[in-house]
């Protein structure tokens, strides 16, 4: 199975400033179709997770231009320029080349 | 718009079963699959397994492997997910989502309480 591990836990940000979150994998997330399968959501306080990143670097319809995702192999990186209020919540990274899919711990964003 | 809207909220006792279901809407079911996650209280996500409605061939996590079943009713447009041998390690909130394979929409999610 593959293991996906995220840092840092927490991350404690000034609106305004850039946050930057990591996901690492024990196995390289390069389908054969040439995309990396890893993922990024959003889960914001009483609500369900919401996707922002499809195969490493796709935003989701709707998510503003400060999130963007990167990395290849088994290093990714998920990062906001800029950081807002609404930003708060916990950040998940997911790979889904292969199931079960497995998700990191989550990265709880909050605002200092 | 597709959309995912999950039954109400459950509180079972140690050694039943709950089935949970997910009706799809603004989308042609059957022709993604919808995984399942869940989610204890305060922890993070697990997923459970999946199923493409038109093939009828699930795919479960290991750890689910002998309790749990996933299904799909094509003409409702609405999947299923039955997890048997409840403990109260079970009680979690129990997530559908299209599988493209990235997950969205998400359903509201279904609180499953197991209690005694």
């Known amino acids: 199975e593959i293991v996906v591990t995220q840092s840092p836990l927490s991350l404690p940000v000034t609106p305004g400033e850039p946050a930057s979150i990591s996901c690492r994998s024990n196995q390289s997330l390069l389908h054969s179709h040439g995309f990396h399968y890893l993922d990024w959501y959003v889960q914001k306080p009483g609500q369900s997770p919401k996707l922002l990143i499809s195969l490493a670097s796709n935003r989701a319809s709707g998510v503003p231009d400060r999130f963007s995702g990167s990395g290849s192999g088994t290093d990714f990186t998920l990062k906001i320029t800029r950081v807002e209020a609404e930003d708060v919540g916990v950040y998940f990274c997911m790979q889904a080349l292969e199931t079960p899919y497995s998700f990191g711990q989550g990265t709880k964003l909050e605002i200092k | 718009q597709v959309h995912l809207v999950q039954s109400g909220a459950e509180v079972k006792k140690p050694g039943s079963s709950v089935k949970v279901s997910c009706e799809v809407s603004?989308?042609?079911?059957?022709?993604?699959?919808l995984s399942w996650v869940r989610q204890a209280p305060g922890q993070g996500l697990e997923w459970m397994g999946r199923?493409?409605?038109?093939?009828?061939?699930?795919n479960y996590a290991q750890k689910f492997q002998g309790r749990l079943t996933i299904s799909a009713d094509t003409g409702t447009k609405t999947a299923y997910m039955e997890l048997s041998g409840l403990t109260s390690e079970d009680t979690a909130i129990y997530y559908c989502?299209?599988?493209?394979?990235?997950?969205?929409?998400w359903g509201q999610g279904t609180l499953v309480t197991v209690s005694s």
């Open positions: 199923l493409i409605p038109i093939f009828e061939t699930p």
């Open positions: 603004g989308a042609t079911f059957g022709s993604y699959s």
């Open positions: 989502a299209r599988d493209r394979p990235w997950l969205d929409p």
